[in-house]
């Protein structure tokens, strides 16, 4: 199955979860509303857009996917935390840009990657004093850090390669790298237990080399690895000279990024899956708290 054939079977189970999980949460107990939740369980998909060397300059939008999962925990009644775990593809191709001298370099890559972040986030406006009571739409920025995993691969007589380990610059990087999430949200409340949110975020990273192209070209003869030397230029193949060794092959200068647009349904999970609310202590202190905050 292809990585769209399966972005769109994923989506018509987030849209069946959108249409029928708030009839399921209206439909359970008073005790339910009763119930402290600070914690919000998410799903979602979107699609994630690549920024770099092998990207066409003016397409800020791809239609590669996205899908993630995250929990959040309010602190305050604008302030939480968050930590998320994002799958998502990413790709670009020489042979679709407009610059002519672009296409005679002839560069491709795809990745699927993974990330795992921890953000911070305020809300534009102040929960109530209890989840239920929240705003009906709210508007909230986020930033924070994050780990990237990333092995880019390229297509070459009809086999697939990855790129990392051939060192087609001479360098070895890594496929662990830090990033910087920030963006900005939108939420709907559909009911007491629901919302869905409306997201965008760029990741500053902190390697050019998400696609494997940034500096210049080596000297062929220096390669050991016959494979290493011909994905490294690969004018060859459109029946054209290797470059003179030193000729810029990408731009050090900037670093590569990328860009999520998501769609997310969050569910407010009671407090009680992770501890005990039970406790008289817990709730006499989390009444009080609800009370300064107001």
């Known amino acids: 199955m292809g990585y769209n054939a399966f972005a769109m079977r994923?989506?018509?189970?987030?849209?069946?979860?959108v249409l029928f999980l708030p009839?399921?949460?209206d439909a359970q107990s008073f005790y339910a509303v009763r119930r402290e939740r600070s914690f919000i369980g998410s799903i979602g998909i979107g699609n994630a857009t690549y920024f770099g060397e092998l990207a066409n300059p003016g397409d800020n939008f791809d239609?590669?996917?996205?899908?993630?999962?995250?929990?959040?925990?309010?602190?305050?009644?604008?302030?939480?935390?968050?930590?998320?775990?994002?799958?998502?593809?990413i790709q670009g191709d020489d042979a679709k840009a407009d610059d002519a001298s672009r296409v005679r370099r002839?560069?491709?890559?795809?990745?699927?990657?993974?990330?795992?972040?921890?953000?911070?986030?305020?809300?534009l406006f102040p929960l109530g004093q209890r989840f239920y009571q929240r705003p009906r739409f709210n508007v909230y920025g986020f930033a924070g850090v994050g780990v990237l995993y990333s092995n880019p691969k390229t297509e070459y007589q009809g086999e697939k390669y990855a790129l990392q380990p051939l060192q087609t610059e001479g360098v070895k990087y890594s496929k662990f790298n830090l990033v910087i999430p920030y963006g900005l949200g939108a939420r709907v409340m559909l009911n007491p237990f629901v919302n869905v949110a409306l997201e965008g975020?760029?990741?500053?990273?902190?390697?050019?080399?998400?696609?494997?192209?940034?500096?210049?070209?080596?000297?062929?003869?220096?390669?050991s690895d016959p494979i290493a030397a011909a994905l490294a230029d690969r004018r060859a193949?459109?029946?054209l000279p290797n470059v003179a060794p030193g000729t810029q092959r990408g731009n050090p200068?900037?670093?590569?990024?990328?860009?999520?647009?998501?769609?997310?349904?969050?569910?407010?999970?009671?407090?009680?899956?992770?501890w005990n609310s039970n406790n008289k202590l817990y709730k006499s202190k989390r009444k009080a708290y609800y009370k300064r905050r107001r």
């Open 10 to 17: 994923f989506l018509r189970l987030l849209l069946v979860v």
């Open 237 to 239: 193949e459109l029946g």
């Open 63 to 89: 239609s590669k996917p996205s899908i993630n999962l995250g929990l959040q925990y309010f602190f305050t009644n604008r302030i939480s935390v968050r930590s998320e775990l994002t799958w998502f593809q």
């Open 201 to 223: 975020a760029y990741r500053a990273t902190f390697t050019d080399y998400l696609d494997d192209v940034s500096t210049v070209h080596k000297d062929p003869a220096s390669f």
């Open 253 to 274: 200068d900037k670093n590569d990024g990328y860009f999520f647009l998501q769609l997310k349904v969050e569910y407010y999970i009671p407090d009680e899956v992770f």
């Open 106 to 123: 002839n560069l491709s890559f795809t990745s699927s990657n993974f990330e795992l972040n921890a953000t911070g986030a305020v809300s």
């Open 23 to 25: 009839e399921w949460a």
